[in-house]
């Protein structure tokens, strides 16, 4: 079925190096996606978002590049701070499915100090 | 900054009682949605309103799960009874609605995490 999965199911990095989390989708119909950070015993937070006439974008220390011919999505952070370490969605839509989000298994981040 | 507001955050039930979950969107969100997150997985929809109207409940267990938002503005979730697979995290998330493509952020509530014993 339709679904959107990661790479890795967990990532470990110093403080300071770039992070690159990893997402692979199936579904060639996806036109925008969404970058989630979900802290434990918290809710999913928005972090960085794109569309399909985009193959990047850029926040504040984070960018979503987008590979649609191999319908692929990584979210790079910059210099990671322990503040980083969470869970990360990434979530996929298409324009027929009524808005509804499929998420993928998430990547657990951790930072080491 | 505007926020979703659930309650209660925890919830520990019996099975075979009734549980209840509260969301209140991000003021001016007309869609409205709720999501169950077993741990360890992404979030998985369950109800999507529009205004006070279902849109989509084709994952919502109808046998045991309701969902309303009599007024288009704040939401309930009910589980009757509840099961020991009901224990998961419940998420509500709005979104304004004027895109009709969703091309649209999703905010998501703090979650209410349900233990059912």
């Known amino acids: 079925g339709e679904s959107v999965g990661l790479h890795l199911p967990t990532l470990s990095v110093q403080e300071g190096d770039n992070s690159i989390i990893n997402c692979a989708y199936s579904?060639?119909?996806?036109?925008?996606f969404i970058w989630y950070k979900q802290e434990s015993g918290k809710g999913p937070q928005f972090i960085i978002d794109?569309?399909?006439?985009?193959d990047k974008r850029q926040g504040q220390r984070v960018t979503v590049l987008l590979n649609k011919t191999v319908k692929h999505l990584s979210l790079q952070i910059a210099a990671t701070q322990p503040g980083d370490s969470a869970v990360y969605f990434c979530?996929?839509?298409?324009?027929?499915?009524?808005?509804?989000?499929?998420f993928g298994e998430g990547t657990q981040l951790t930072v080491n100090p | 900054e505007a926020e979703v507001a659930q309650s209660p955050r925890y919830k520990i039930t019996e099975k075979s009682q009734a549980v209840a979950f509260w969301c209140d969107p991000i003021?001016?969100?007309?869609?409205l949605y709720w999501y169950r997150q077993i741990l360890g997985q992404g979030p998985e929809l369950l109800v999507q309103?529009?205004?006070?109207?279902?849109?989509?409940d084709s994952q919502l267990p109808k046998d045991r799960f309701s969902a309303e938002r009599l007024k288009g503005v704040d939401s309930t979730l009910k589980i009757q009874p509840a099961e020991l697979g009901d224990s998961a995290m419940y998420l509500c998330?709005?979104?304004?609605?004027?895109?009709?493509?969703?091309?649209?952020?999703?905010?998501f509530g703090p979650g209410t995490r349900l233990l059912v014993l």
């Open positions: 579904n060639s119909a996806s036109d925008y």
């Open positions: 794109i569309r399909s006439n985009m």
């Open positions: 998330a709005s979104r304004t609605g004027n895109t009709p493509s969703g091309q649209e952020t999703q905010y």
């Open positions: 003021s001016g969100h007309a869609t």
């Open positions: 979530a996929e839509t298409f324009g027929t499915s009524g808005s509804r989000l499929t």
């Open positions: 309103f529009q205004d006070e109207s279902v849109v989509d």
